[in-house]
C-alpha cells in the first residue's frame, strides 16, 4: 500500500473527489477511495425524479395512459416486487457478475473480492482488493450495469411493459455512483493501474 501511494502526487479532480491520479514504474496509477462517502447518493435520487416522469411520459405517449399501471401478469404481478427484485439485481446480481468478470481475467481473483461496510457513513460497497487494469474495471461495471438496469429499462419500452421500465430504473439507483465512477475515468488509458482504498492510515 506505502509503495503503491508514494508515486502519488496529490493532484486530485474536483472537491471532496473519490479520484487521485499518480504515476508510477508502470505508467499511470488512479486509486479510488471508498472509504469517504456515496456522495453521489443525492444525485442518485434527483435524477431518478427527473427521469421517472420522462420515462412515464413516454411511455404513455406510445402505449397509452392504461400501460402505466402495474399489473403485469407476466413479469411483476405487484408493484412491491418491482422493487424487492430491484433491490436484489442492483446489488447483489450486479456485484456477481462485476466478480465473474474480475474472475475471468484473472482465475485467482476470487480470494481479491471483498465486500467493505462502512460504518461511519454505513455504505457498502464491492471492490477487488488489488490492482486492476481500468479496461477490466470499465467491462466488469458496464456489462454488469447493462445487464441489471439499462437493457431491462430498454426492454421495458420495446415489450410495452412498464414494470420492466420501473424495475430498471430502480435497479440503476443502486449503481449509479458506479456508473457515474466508470464515466469519471474516462480520462484514464484503459491500461492504466486502478486500485481501491479501502483503509485510512
Known amino acids: 500500500m506505502k509503495a503503491f501511494k508514494k508515486y502519488f502526487s496529490g493532484q486530485s479532480f474536483g472537491k471532496g473527489t473519490l479520484i487521485s491520479y499518480g504515476r508510477g514504474p508502470e505508467g499511470e496509477e488512479v486509486m479510488i477511495d471508498i472509504t469517504e462517502p456515496k456522495r453521489i447518493n443525492l444525485k442518485a435520487i434527483v435524477a431518478f425524479i427527473i427521469i421517472l416522469p420522462v420515462t412515464m411520459w413516454l411511455f404513455s405517449a406510445i402505449y397509452g395512459t392504461d400501460s402505466l399501471n402495474v399489473t403485469s401478469e407476466n413479469y411483476f404481478t405487484k408493484g412491491k416486487y418491482v422493487i424487492f427484485f430491484s433491490v ?5 446480481l450486479n456485484w456477481l457478475i462485476q466478480a465473474v468478470v474480475y474472475i475471468i481475467v484473472n482465475p485467482k481473483s476470487y480470494r481479491k473480492l471483498s465486500v467493505i461496510y462502512n460504518k461511519r457513513y454505513h455504505t457498502i460497497r464491492f471492490f477487488y482488493k488489488g490492482d486492476v487494469r481500468i479496461i477490466h474495471f470499465r467491462i466488469a461495471n458496464i456489462l454488469a450495469h447493462c445487464v441489471c438496469g439499462y437493457i431491462p429499462l430498454l426492454l ?15 435497479s440503476i439507483m443502486f449503481f449509479f455512483d458506479e456508473t457515474s465512477l466508470v464515466w469519471r475515468l474516462r480520462h484514464y488509458s484503459g491500461q492504466a493501474l486502478c486500485r481501491y482504498k479501502a483503509d485510512r492510515e
Open 88 to 92: 436484489l439485481c442492483g446489488i447483489l
Open 156 to 170: 421495458g419500452f420495446i415489450i410495452g411493459d412498464i414494470s420492466i421500465c420501473y424495475f430498471g430504473l430502480l
